[in-house]
T-cell receptor, first 116, second 114 residues
Framework: AQSVAQPEDQVNVAEGNPLTVKCTYS??????LFWYVQYPNRGLQFLLK??????LVKGSYGFEAEFNKSQTSFHLKKPSAVVSDSALYFC??????????????FGTGTQLKVEL | ETGVTQSPTHLIKTRGQQVTLRCSSQ?????VSWYQQALGQGPQFIFQ???????GRGNFPPRFSGLQFPNYSSELNVNALELDDSALYLC?????????????FGEGSRLTVL
């Protein structure tokens, strides 16, 4: 069974400072990893993904994430946070070994708050 | 290019009733997935439809069922509603079932069961 852990319910950061939102995962085969963002009363928006290749992936709005196979982690980062980054962030995983199409397993989410 | 649209946006039902939620997929997308997001939780996979057939199911009872139509739109039906079915129901579409691409989510249908 696949699982995702987001150990922090909330992350607070000052505008202009770097931010990190943590994610660890567990899958049987090679992982397909994703980050999505959710604004209040809205659906999820895709930020970035890791399927294969370079461990550092870049995505929308200046976000990036680093895949670390030995630590089974996929932390989301941004060099300089802005207030509009404040939202709920979800890490998700799919087992690349087995079937299941678009069955993603999501973490419980991390609320990011960027303060002036 | 229109995005994923869901209806209704909000609805209130009582225990034991039945509900139908609807989803129009993004243009060109032939795969629709449904997720349930309870308050304070991450989305949980209910099932996926590809070419009008269920193609993958999560840990949900049979009273959760669905349909996909030739135009790739989809319905989620829930029978014998329970209080715990109160949640945001998200529909997501994609141009295939490879699992490597991003999912395009609608804004959801918020169901309250009293």
């Amino acid at each position: 069974a696949q699982s995702v852990a987001q150990p922090e319910d909330q992350v607070n950061v000052a505008e202009g400072n770097p931010l990190t939102v943590k994610c660890t995962y567990s899958v049987s085969g090679n992982p397909y990893l994703f980050w999505y963002v959710q604004y209040p009363n809205r659906g999820l928006q895709f930020l970035l993904k890791y399927i294969t290749g370079d461990n550092l992936v870049k995505g929308s709005y200046g976000f990036e994430a680093e895949f670390n196979k030995s630590q089974t982690s996929f932390h989301l980062k941004k060099p300089s946070a802005v207030v509009s980054d404040s939202a709920l962030y979800f890490c998700a995983v799919r087992d690349g070994l087995t079937g299941g199409g678009n069955k993603l397993t999501f973490g419980t989410g991390t609320q990011l708050k960027v303060e002036l | 290019e229109t995005g994923v649209t869901q209806s209704p946006t909000h609805l209130i039902k009582t225990r034991g009733q039945q509900v139908t939620l609807r989803c129009s997929s993004q243009s060109g997308h032939n795969t629709v997935s449904w997720y349930q997001q309870a308050l304070g939780q991450g989305p949980q996979f209910i099932f996926q439809y590809y070419r009008e057939e269920e193609n993958g199911r999560g840990n949900f009872p049979p009273r959760f069922s669905g349909l996909q139509f030739p135009n790739y739109s989809s319905e989620l039906n829930v029978n014998a509603l329970e209080l715990d079915d109160s949640a945001l129901y998200l529909c997501a579409s994609s141009p295939g079932t490879s699992g490597t691409g991003e999912l395009f989510f609608g804004e959801g249908s918020r169901l309250t069961v009293l």
